[in-house]
């Protein structure tokens, strides 16, 4: 077994980080009040929480865009500056937010890679729904990955949260969020 099939194991029975991620995006997505509006886009998050801080075979470091480490390095730490943190990428940032299995979020933002042919072969049962953008295509393919545990998506043009788990997904359109406990 390789490192990062062992803390694919450790980690794929924890759900508190996937869940305080994906509440962080569904939060964005309830606050913006705009999304009917022409020429408006709303906000857009992109995560991947990797077994292993290891990515560098699969991504590309993109710019400038960094996460504001200074405030918030880990999301468990302090949930409500991670979603302050998330707030100010989803507006003014492109591209990957990295977490690593424990949490810790990776200061660079990343372009994640296109699957090799050999790794399309070995994943060729994926379907990707109609509705997927360039975002929410690279996070399908990107879950295929040994290396990632999970992948979620908030999209900037409807509000839609997506999560991603070994080439499968399941998306919650906007008026789905919160479920009973969303304010009305």
């Not at 660079?108 to 042919?117: D, E, I, K, P």
């Not at 399309?120 to 393919?141: C, F, N």
């Not at 879950?143 to 839609?160: K, N, P, Y």
Request: with cysteine; charged share 30%.
């Amino acid at each position: 077994m390789t490192r990062a099939d062992s803390l694919r194991a450790e980690y794929a029975t924890s759900q508190e980080l996937m869940d305080l991620v994906r509440y962080t995006a569904e939060t964005l997505s309830i606050e913006f009040d705009r999304w009917d509006e022409q020429y408006v886009t709303g906000p857009s998050l992109y995560f991947l929480i990797v077994a292993d801080i290891d990515f560098g075979d699969y991504t590309d470091p993109l710019g400038g865009n960094v996460w504001p480490v200074e405030w918030c390095e880990v999301v468990s730490d302090d949930p409500e500056s991670f979603i302050e943190a998330a707030r100010d990428v989803a507006f003014n940032r492109d591209g990957a937010v990295v977490i690593s299995g424990d949490g810790t979020v990776q200061k660079q933002m990343v372009r994640v890679r296109n699957l090799s042919n050999a790794e399309r072969e070995r994943s060729d049962d994926i379907v990707a729904a109609e509705w997927m953008g360039t975002k929410h295509l690279s996070a399908l393919e990107a879950s295929t990955r040994r290396q990632v545990l999970w992948a979620i998506t908030l999209s900037e043009e409807d509000g839609r949260v997506t999560t991603f788990l070994d080439g499968t997904y399941k998306d919650y359109q906007r008026d789905e969020l919160g479920g009973r406990w969303r304010p009305e």
